[in-house]
């Protein structure tokens, strides 16, 4: 490796080091990807979908059903619209999330997992041994 001084030349896996070393050094604020949006949901047993919105809440995201659809398309009104179904959602790194959700087919509260990739989210939870999850789209 030969000493480099200012305004030598550097060659191109050198200067790739340097600015890859130069860019880390400015703190740079890096975009996590979010849960916070609107989200489409998968269908459930019926067939249903529904928009999720999930914004912040103290210091966690809550998820609060803004509408429902029936297999059709078609808007239906269910007991969940308006209600918060997910709550205390908060950062595992990486663009998954924790928290907690309601499963109306259960009539159960279970832990949840939320994996955000893009503009798509896995939304896993688990009743005892079972887990079963759903991916959704966002929507705005």
Known sequence: VRACRFGSTLRGVEMRFVLTVLISMMGLPVIAETAAGTWLTGPDKKGQVGHVRLAPCGAALCGTVLKAFDKTG???????????????????GSGAYVGRMHVSALKADVDGTFKVAGRVMTVRGCFGPVCQSQRWQKID
Do not use: L
Request: aromatic fraction near 6%.
């Open 74 to 92: 078609r808007e239906v009104v269910t007991p969940n619209v308006g209600k918060q179904v997910i709550w205390n959602v908060k950062p595992a």
